[in-house]
C-alpha cells in the first residue's frame, strides 16, 4: 500500500485514532479484569489489535482488541491452566489456527449471515452499552467495563445493576460530568463546523479533558463533589521504562505437552474468528463508502494479532464492534486511524501513565453512551419494521436474545432464527400455475432448487391432456439439476398426452443441451 492511500486521508484519521483510543482505554483494562488476567495484558492486546491486526488488516475501518464476548472463555481457561504462561501459549496456537482457518478460506462463512442478525447485534450492543454504562455515569463501578452479559459476576443482571446503583447513592460530581458531557456531545454533533480547524476537533477528547479538570476543580474547590480514586481510570504504573518487563509474562511453550492448552487454543480461535468475522461485516454495512473486506485476509491478520498479543503475555484480540463503529462514528476513512489509535495506547501507557488515572470513568461513560445511542436509534426499529415481518423478527430477536443472554449466545440464536426465515422463504410457494381454454401456463418466481421439486412435480401433474404449455422461467437464474430432471421426464411423456410444450427465458436457452426431447414439440420463446 502507498505512503499516500495510507496518510492521504490523515486529517480525518488522525482524531478518528484518538476518539478511538479513549473508548478502548478502558474497555482493555475491563475486561483484562473480568477475564482474571494480569490488567497490563489487556493494554497489550489493544495495542497489537492496533497495530499488528490494523497493519496486516484490509478493513478501513475495523479495530481490533480484547473482546468482552471472550471474558468467560479466557476466565475459565487461565482458571483450568497451570499457569498464566501456559494461556499465553494458547493463545499464540490459537493464531496460528486463525492463520490455517485463513489458508482454507473459512472466511467465506460470514458472507452468509443474514443482514437482519448484523443490525440487531449493532442495535443490541449500542443498547447495553447504554445500559451498562449508566451505572458508571453516576459514579457506580459495581461491574467491570466493556461487561456484555446480562447475568453480572456479581450476581446482579444489567436491569438490577441500575437499580443497585440508584439505591447506592449517586455521586453528584460524577453525575455532573456525565451530564453535561453527554449534552456537550450531542449538541457538537450537529453544532461541529463542517469546514476550518474546530471540524477535526474530537468531542470525546473534550470530554475527557472537561472531566479530568472538572474532578481536579472540585478536589480545590468543592471536595464533596470530587469523584473518588476508585471511579476514575486505573492503569498499571511503572516507576520506571525497565520495570515495564516485570509487567509482562511471557508464554511457556513447554506448556503443549499438555491437552488443555490445545483444547483452550482450538476454543478460542473458533470463538474469536466468528465474533471478528460477524463484527467485520457489520463494520461493513457502516462504512458509508460500503467497502466489502476480505474476509479470509481479515483472519490472516487476526491470527498473526493474537500470535503477537501471546507472545508478549496479552490476551487474544478480536474485531471489536465497540471501538470500530466509535471509529466510523469519528469520521475515519483509512485504516491509519486503527493503527494510530494503539500506537496512542502504547505512548500514554508509557508516557502518562498517572495522567490517564486522573480521568473519572463518567466521562468515558459518557463517551460510550453517546456510542451506544447511535448505533440503537429507534428509527432503525422503525426500518426494519417497515421491511416486514422476515426482516423485523429476526432482527428483534437478535436484539433481545443478545441483551438477555450475552454477545456469542445472542448472536447464535439470532442466526438461527434468521435462517429458519430464510429457509421459510424458499417454502413459499416458487411456482405459479394457470390455464385458460386450452393454453395453460406454469411460471417460476425465482430460482428453483431441490426443496422446490415436490412444487413444480404438483403443478405438471395438473396439466389437463391436449393442452398447449408454456414453462416460464424467465424470473429465474438458476434451476438446478433435480429440476430439470423433473422437466425433462414431463417432456418425454408429453407427447402421449397430446401436450406442447414451450418453455420461455433465458435459463432455458442455458439449460437447453440439458433437455433431452428431440422429438418433441419444444420451443424456447
Known sequence: MSIQKVFGSWKSDLPSSVVVALVALPLCLGVALASG??????????????????????????????????????????????????????VVVAGVLQMLFAVTRAGIASEFVPSSVITGMLTAIGLILILKQLPHAI???????????????DGANTFSAIVAAVRQGITPGALLISVISLAFLFWW?????????????????????????????????????????????QVPVAKSIADIDTFLQFPDFTMLANGKVWVVAATLAIVASLESLLSVKAVDELDPRRRITDKNRELMAQGIGNMTSGLL????????????????????????????????????????????????????????????????????????????????????????????????????????????????????????????GSDCLIRAR????????????????????????????????????????IINAFIKGASYRGISIVVRGDIAERTAPMIQAPTLQVGFA
Open 37 to 90: 488476567a494480569p490488567l497490563v495484558s489487556g493494554l497489550i492486546a489493544g495495542i497489537v489489535g492496533g497495530i499488528v491486526v490494523g497493519f496486516f488488516s484490509k478493513s478501513p475501518l475495523s479495530v481490533s482488541g480484547p473482546a468482552a464476548g471472550l471474558t468467560v472463555i479466557v476466565l475459565g481457561a487461565i482458571e483450568s491452566l497451570p499457569t498464566y504462561q501456559a494461556f499465553a501459549a494458547a
Open 313 to 436: 503475555g496479552g490476551l487474544p484480540v478480536t474485531s471489536v464492534i465497540v471501538r470500530s463503529s466509535a471509529n466510523v462514528e469519528s469520521g475515519a476513512e483509512t485504516k491509519l486511524s486503527t493503527m494510530l489509535h494503539g500506537a496512542w495506547l502504547l505512548l500514554s501507557v508509557l508516557i502518562i501513565p498517572a495522567v490517564l488515572n486522573l480521568i473519572p470513568l463518567a466521562a468515558l461513560a459518557a463517551v460510550l453512551i453517546a456510542t451506544g445511542y447511535k448505533l440503537a436509534k429507534p428509527s432503525l426499529f422503525v426500518q426494519r419494521y417497515q421491511q416486514g415481518w422476515t426482516q423485523f423478527v429476526p432482527f428483534l430477536v437478535t436484539v433481545l436474545a443478545i441483551l438477555f443472554t450475552d454477545l456469542l449466545i445472542g448472536i447464535v440464536i439470532g442466526l438461527g432464527v434468521g435462517f429458519a426465515f430464510a429457509i421459510g422463504r424458499n417454502f413459499r410457494p416458487a411456482i405459479t400455475f394457470a390455464c385458460d
Open 189 to 233: 454533533d450537529k453544532a461541529r463546523p463542517k469546514d476550518g480547524f474546530w471540524r477535526y476537533l474530537p468531542g470525546p477528547l473534550v470530554v475527557v479533558v472537561f472531566g479530568v479538570t472538572a474532578n481536579l476543580l472540585f478536589g480545590q474547590f468543592a471536595p464533596g463533589l470530587a469523584v473518588e480514586p476508585q471511579h476514575l481510570v
Open 139 to 153: 459514579g457506580y463501578d459495581g461491574e467491570y467495563e466493556g461487561s456484555f452479559e446480562f447475568f453480572q459476576s
Open 446 to 485: 425465482r430460482n428453483l432448487y431441490f426443496i422446490h421439486k415436490y412444487e413444480l412435480q404438483k403443478a405438471l401433474t395438473a396439466v389437463p391432456d391436449n393442452r398447449n404449455l408454456m414453462i416460464d422461467l424467465s424470473s429465474t437464474n438458476y434451476v438446478d439439476l433435480d429440476n430439470i430432471d
